[in-house]
C-alpha cells in the first residue's frame, strides 16, 4: 500500500468496541493497510482473543486493552496504557455501543442511562481524552459511529432512545470538528444502515421482517462490517485530509433514494 492515499503505515488507531462486529472489522482493515492498532472493548478475554487473531492474520501489531466507555476515569487510562505502548494515537474509532428497545410510552429509567452513558458520554469521553492529545500534536482523525435511525432518520420501532444518542453524536462530530480543525484534527461520523453484525442478529433471523427492510434499501441487500470498515478507512486516510464535520451514512441508498419498481 506504500505510496497510496490509504496508507496507514506509521499510524497508530484506537478502535473501541473492538473485540467483535464493526471494530473488528475495522482493525482488521487498517491492520491491512499499514497500522498499528489498539483494540478497546470491556469485554476483556474476547477482545484479547480478536487481538491476538488479528495480529497474526494481518502480521501487524494488534494489541487489546480493557476500557469501560462509561467510566472517565477508566477512559483516561486506558488512553494513558495505549500512549505508553504506542507514543501516539492517530486515528479513534468511536465504536463502542448498545441498543435497547424503549417504548416511550412505558419505558425503563435503567435502560435509557445504559445507552446514554455507553454510546453518547462514552463516545464524549474517549474524543476528549484522544482530542487533548490530538490538538497538542496538531494532527488526527476522529471516526464517531452514529447510525441510520436517529443519526439520518428516525425510523420508530420503539427506538426513540437509542436514535437520541446517535442524533447527538451527529451534532458532537460537527461541533468538534468546528472546535479542532485549527489544530489539523479532522472529526467525521459514520451512519451504518442493517448490518449484518450481532447487534443485529435477531432481524437477521425474522425473514419476514428483513425482507420487508430490505426492500427500503436500493441496492437490495444487508451490509456487511467490510463495508463500513472501508468508509472508516477512507475517513483515516489521507484520502480524506480535506473533509471534517461530516456524517456519511453506509446505508445501501436507504436514507436518500426512493426506488420505485
Excluded at 443485529?200 to 420487508?212: C, G, K, V
Aim: aromatic share 6%; glycine share 10%.
Amino acid at each position: 500500500m506504500a505510496g497510496s492515499p490509504f496508507d496507514l503505515t506509521g499510524r497508530v488507531a484506537l478502535i473501541t468496541g473492538g473485540a467483535q462486529g464493526l471494530g473488528e472489522s475495522i482493525a482488521e482493515l487498517f491492520a491491512l493497510h499499514g497500522a498499528q492498532v489498539a483494540l478497546a472493548d470491556i469485554h476483556w478475554e474476547q477482545v484479547a482473543a480478536t487481538a491476538e487473531r488479528l495480529a497474526v492474520t494481518c502480521d501487524a501489531e494488534v494489541e487489546a486493552f480493557a476500557c469501560d466507555v462509561r467510566d472517565n476515569e477508566n477512559v483516561l487510562r486506558c488512553v494513558d496504557a495505549v500512549l505508553d505502548r504506542f507514543t501516539q494515537i492517530d486515528v479513534l474509532v468511536n465504536n463502542a455501543g448498545i441498543h435497547r428497545r424503549v417504548d416511550p410510552l412505558d419505558w425503563d429509567a435503567g435502560d435509557v442511562a445504559a445507552i446514554i452513558e455507553v454510546n453518547l458520554h462514552g463516545c464524549f469521553q474517549m474524543a476528549s481524552a484522544v482530542g487533548r492529545q490530538m490538538v497538542d500534536r496538531r494532527s488526527g482523525s476522529i471516526i464517531n459511529m452514529s447510525a441510520l435511525g436517529g443519526g439520518v432518520i428516525g425510523l420508530g420501532r420503539s427506538g426513540s432512545a437509542y436514535g437520541m444518542t446517535k442524533g447527538a453524536i451527529v451534532s458532537l462530530t460537527r461541533d468538534l470538528a468546528a472546535e479542532w480543525g485549527r489544530y489539523g484534527v479532522r472529526v467525521n461520523a459514520l451512519a451504518p444502515g442493517w448490518i449484518r453484525t450481532p447487534m443485529t442478529t435477531a432481524l437477521q433471523e425474522n425473514e419476514a421482517r428483513a425482507a420487508t427492510m430490505l426492500e427500503r434499501v436500493p441496492l437490495g441487500r444487508w451490509g456487511e462490517p467490510a463495508d463500513v470498515a472501508a468508509a472508516a478507512l477512507f475517513l483515516a486516510s489521507e484520502a480524506a485530509s480535506y473533509i471534517t464535520g461530516l456524517t456519511i451514512p453506509v446505508d445501501g441508498g436507504a436514507a436518500n433514494v426512493i426506488a420505485f419498481p
